[in-house]
């Protein structure tokens, strides 16, 4: 095995993924960061999801937006709906793990309000639940997806924005996801401050 052979069709596959995935990609990103933007200027929330490396990306979404990316300003309204075990664990129980996400949309989600729902597949059933919800909240979706955007592709509205990297293989699909949530804290930035 040659693994040094490896680590290079690594790099190359993903920056040639990177390459082909913008052309696709860049107009639904300008649009989901308008959307993001207005949600926040008019005193909403961004709320995202996702399972494994999608709930990672969540919490990095939400850290860059509440802290800041790469410029100093105030913080921005976000929150990972995966961090918080206690309210994790206590729906799973008592109810069923495909309601962790939904729930939390039902009682911290408000019309104007945006969820960020992050799926490799398109087809995780909780973060499908969670779009649902959002739905009957009023709220836009962004839906962050690879492959053909699996169901959640089938759920979004007009007013929806579906980010679907033109991939199958996950670990490529999610590279590129982490480029996108960067493309859309640099878009909400600014919107917010201006060009640098």
């Given amino acids: 095995?040659?693994?040094?052979?490896r680590i290079h069709q690594h790099f190359a596959d993903s920056a040639q993924l990177k390459l082909q995935a913008v052309e696709v990609l860049a107009e639904p990103l300008r649009l989901a960061?308008?959307?993001?933007?207005?949600?926040?200027?008019n005193e909403g929330k961004i709320l995202a999801c996702g399972n494994g490396g999608?709930?990672?990306?969540?919490?990095?979404?939400?850290?860059?937006?509440?802290?800041?990316?790469?410029?100093?300003?105030?913080?921005?309204?976000?929150?990972?709906?995966?961090?918080?075990?206690?309210t994790l664990t206590s729906i799973a129980n008592?109810?069923?793990?495909?309601?962790?996400?939904s729930k939390q949309v039902r009682a911290l989600?408000?019309?104007?309000?945006?969820?960020?729902?992050?799926?490799?597949?398109?087809?995780?059933?909780?973060?499908?639940?969670a779009i649902e919800a959002a739905h009957e909240r009023q709220m836009t979706v962004v839906a962050l997806t690879g492959r053909n955007g699996g169901k959640m592709a089938g759920m979004l509205t007009k007013d929806d924005v579906n980010l679907c990297v033109p991939s199958a293989?996950?670990?490529?699909?999610?590279?590129?996801?982490?480029?996108?949530?960067?493309?859309?804290c640099d878009g909400i930035d600014?919107?917010?401050l201006g060009a640098e």
Avoid: W
């Fill in 54 to 86: 999608s709930a990672a990306d969540s919490q990095h979404f939400a850290a860059e937006l509440l802290n800041r990316f790469e410029r100093e300003r105030p913080g921005l309204a976000a929150m990972a709906l995966t961090t918080d075990t206690s």
């Fill in 109 to 129: 989600g408000a019309a104007g309000d945006v969820l960020l729902a992050i799926s490799t597949s398109g087809n995780s059933p909780n973060v499908i639940a």
């Fill in 33 to 41: 960061a308008e959307k993001m933007f207005l949600c926040l200027m």
């Fill in 169 to 184: 293989v996950t670990a490529r699909i999610q590279e590129v996801h982490l480029v996108c949530l960067h493309c859309l």
């Fill in 190 to 192: 600014t919107q917010l």
């Fill in 94 to 101: 008592d109810y069923d793990y495909n309601q962790v996400f």
């Fill in 1 to 5: 095995m040659d693994l040094l052979g």
